[in-house]
């Protein structure tokens, strides 16, 4: 089953069109890189926000445990 972003219109892939998409030009060089380099976001490609902090709160509790 795949699933669908309530936000963006019925394709899976998050783009433009979406309000929650984050394009990778809209990202400072620095945190790009960063990111691209964990292999969250690609150099090339943008992101949905939610991914992005689902992402980002795993890591959070990661961690966070012992």
Do not use: W
């Not at 963006?8 to 400072?28: F, M, Q, R, V």
Request: charge should be neutral; hydrophobic fraction near 35%.
């Amino acid at each position: 089953m795949n699933k669908i972003c309530p936000f963006g219109s019925d394709k899976n892939a998050c783009d433009e069109t979406c309000a929650l998409y984050i394009a990778p030009d809209d990202i400072n060089e620095t945190v790009r890189n960063k990111l691209a380099s964990l292999g969250v976001l690609s150099r090339d490609e943008g992101i949905c926000s939610y991914k992005h902090i689902a992402l980002c709160m795993g890591r959070n509790i990661f961690s966070q445990s012992k």
